[in-house]
């Protein structure tokens, strides 16, 4: 069965330092791989996907993720925090296949981000 | 024009009551899901429904009973509240049910039994 993990639940990094999300995910077929940043009371924005090809994603916000097969992982990276990041992250892997479409997320990482 | 939108964002309701949470969206999309989030911050998927069909339907007690009666509307409905189901539901679509897809969310339902 598919499954997703986020090893860190919860990070905290300095304004304008780097940061790295790792994402792990168990499929037994190629993944279809998502970023989803969900603010305070708010829902679910998507950062980032990746399908197939580079395995470089850039996505909004200044925000990137590189697939790696070998490592089955997903990890999420930006070169500088800023405080508006402060959020909770949730990678999630899509099904392959069509027969469902559905998203299995992990359990997510909450970003603290300190002056 | 907000792609998926929820009703009400905030619903506070005692044990043993029936509410529903409706959910639209204009992407013009075929599938719609109904997500929820636990205090722990937890996403699970609870249904799915593709062009008005159900697809899938988790582990879920039937006290919770979605309809779709059309393509752009899931709504869900809860009988017989109970505590447990406090939680935060979100309705999301995506295109069809090609694995991939992006699912747009919507704003989130916070839901309290009290």
């Known amino acids: 069965a598919q499954s997703v993990t986020q090893p860190d639940i919860h990070i905290t990094v300095s304004e304008g330092a780097s940061l790295e999300l790792r994402c792990n995910y168990s499929?037994?077929?190629?993944?279809?791989l998502f970023w989803y940043v969900q603010s305070p009371g708010q829902g679910l924005q998507l950062l980032l996907k990746y399908f197939s090809g580079d395995t470089l994603v850039q996505g909004i916000k200044g925000f990137e993720a590189e697939f790696k097969r070998s490592q089955s992982s997903f990890n999420l990276r930006k070169p500088s925090v800023h405080w508006s990041d402060a959020a909770e992250y949730f990678c999630?892997?899509?099904?392959?296949?069509?027969?469902?479409?559905?998203?299995?997320f992990g359990k997510g990482t909450k970003l603290s981000v300190k002056p | 024009d907000t792609a998926v939108s929820q009703t009400p964002k905030y619903l506070v309701t005692q044990m043993g009551n029936d509410k529903s949470i409706k959910c639209e969206q204009n992407?013009?999309?075929?599938?719609m899901y109904w997500y929820k989030q636990d205090s722990k911050k937890f996403l699970k998927i609870m249904f799915s429904?593709?062009?008005?069909?159900?697809?899938i339907n988790e582990t879920v007690p039937n006290r919770f009973s979605p309809k779709s009666p059309d393509k752009a509307h899931l709504n869900l409905h809860i009988n017989s509240l109970e505590l447990g189901d406090s939680a935060v539901y979100f309705c999301?679509?995506?295109?069809?049910?090609?694995?991939?897809?992006?699912?747009?969310f919507g704003e989130g339902s916070w839901l309290t039994v009290v």
């Open positions: 992407l013009g999309h075929d599938t």
């Open positions: 999630a892997v899509g099904t392959l296949g069509g027969s469902q479409g559905n998203l299995i």
């Open positions: 999301a679509s995506s295109q069809d049910l090609t694995g991939g897809n992006t699912i747009y």
């Open positions: 429904y593709n062009n008005k069909e159900l697809i």
């Open positions: 499929y037994g077929a190629t993944p279809y």
